[in-house]
């Protein structure tokens, strides 16, 4: 066990470092997954994944779990399976299942702690130090940093945006020659900006008890990352109680605001320039963007939540124009932004804490620390179905990405591949239709009401 400054950091259960996680004034571990954000500190040796990782004589031998790993390039086994195609072979699959578990990959490099998806690529973020790309669900690529947990992806255009537990974000460039190169690019704030900054007394603010900084930096781990693509604007939440907003064709800081009393853990955009913010305190803020002389600024709107529990994670619904949120006590709200942000009730569907959301079509996804996904979806006025308990992980999911599944032809419902990331390392790929599933037929392929079977061990 290690203290900082009388503040638990870290614990070694099993050989694996476990470290607490946030909710206010309040600290848990990992194992007991009760908590919204985790705070690991960047002490993984390189012996837990990266390039160049492992001995060369862990290497060698074709019977070695190195060898034999799904992850190996040289293993005769593809990391992605057709799972619903093994269990049920006979099964034509030119129209797979409703919803099922497609496949799964599970690597010893580090715990699953963000993705994003755009088309036929897959970016996953770890507490290693690499980023990896998949395409077409096969390794693509893959880039580096020295800053460890990537907590947050999020993709615009030819540039990566990445946000890490040194409070910093990163901004990587893909080559038009050699679209698998990622190269650096950038900082958050730029080494220049700081220096600039720092020259003037008023530019520094308190971000911690008798420390202060340059307003336009974190002051601790970024938690979350959202993007406003119509007016290049990048959101950055953090758990320092604020959210900066940065110009992306410049790398500008335009604005920092101090939106909570406790870690900011989710910020997403809205429709009519609206930004939300959901914190650590237990509040969801709203703020709406105005034009200020050369830059932007955010005003407060209204509180829409504040409760005892922390608020973990939220997801924008663009076809329903709905604002979901995530709490610590596994329920979800939401609210119905074209009737004023009116309160549209509560889904109660995990025992833990919901810990990621994701929205598509009519459908939000829910992914818990009782180590399942709920699959919602909105029906007429504020009604919602669960579709679906997706199972499979043996650990917290801590995050979802959805991509419309343009393999499909069929025209009478949208089709999606989901992707989870968990703290037991693994990704799962989740094909789910906006179709209420008929059980006779989920039985046919595999998969209950409730659940999909896991997939089978590599």
């Known amino acids: 066990m290690r203290e900082d400054k009388g503040r638990l950091t870290s614990v070694r259960l099993g050989g694996v470092s476990l470290s607490p996680l946030k909710l206010g004034n309040m600290m ?271 005003i407060f709107v209204q509180t829409l939540l504040s409760q005892e529990c922390a608020v973990t994670s939220l997801a924008f619904n663009e076809t329903t124009s709905v604002l979901y949120c995530g709490s610590s006590d596994g329920v979800l709200n939401f609210w119905h932004c074209e009737k004023h942000l009116s309160h549209g009730g509560v889904l109660k569907g995990h025992r833990l804490a919901v810990l990621c959301l994701a929205a598509a079509g009519n459908l939000v996804l829910s992914g818990s620390a009782d180590k399942t996904i709920c699959v919602w979806k909105k029906l007429e006025g504020s009604a919602h179905t669960r579709l679906s308990v997706l199972t499979g992980h043996t650990g917290p999911v801590k995050c979802l990405a959805v991509e419309k599944d343009e393999a499909i032809s069929e025209t009478d419902d949208q089709q999606w591949v989901v992707y989870s990331g968990s703290l037991d390392k693994s990704v799962k790929v989740w094909s789910v239709s906006e179709q209420s599933p008929e059980l006779s037929e989920m039985q046919q392929h595999g998969v209950s009401r409730w659940g999909a079977i896991p997939s089978a061990k590599y």
């Open 28 to 298: 848990h571990l990992d194992a007991n997954i009760s908590l919204a954000t985790t705070k690991i500190d960047d002490d993984f040796s390189d012996t837990k994944g990266g390039f160049g990782a492992y001995e060369q004589a862990r290497l060698s031998g074709e019977g070695s779990p190195i060898m034999m790993s799904p992850w190996n390039h040289n293993s005769p086994f593809t990391p992605w399976s057709n799972f619903a195609a093994v269990q049920n072979p006979d099964v034509p699959q030119t129209k797979p299942p409703q919803i099922a578990l497609t496949g799964s990959l599970v690597r010893e490099e580090g715990h699953i702690y963000s993705l994003a998806a755009t088309r036929d690529l897959l970016y996953t973020g770890s507490d290693s130090k690499n980023i990896r790309v998949w395409k077409s669900l096969k390794e693509f690529s893959a880039f580096k940093c020295n800053s460890g947990l990537v907590k947050a992806i999020i993709i615009c255009g030819d540039k990566i945006f990445t946000g890490h537990q040194d409070g910093k974000v990163r901004v990587w460039k893909v080559q038009a020659r050699n679209p698998n190169v990622h190269r650096l690019s950038g900082t958050l704030p730029t080494l220049m900006d700081i220096f600039r900054c720092s020259i003037k007394p008023k530019n520094y603010v308190e971000v911690k008890r008798n420390k202060t900084s340059v307003w336009i930096k974190h002051g601790d781990a970024i938690s979350s990352l959202s993007m406003n693509q119509e007016k290049g604007l990048l959101y950055s939440a953090s758990w320092d109680r604020t959210f900066k907003v940065w110009k992306v064709d410049n790398s500008k800081c335009l604005e920092s605001v101090k939106a909570h009393e406790d870690a900011v853990n989710s910020i997403v955009t809205g429709a009519n320039d609206t930004v939300f913010t959901g914190s650590a305190d237990g509040s969801v803020k709203v703020w709406r963007r105005e034009a200020y002389k050369k830059g932007t600024k955010h």
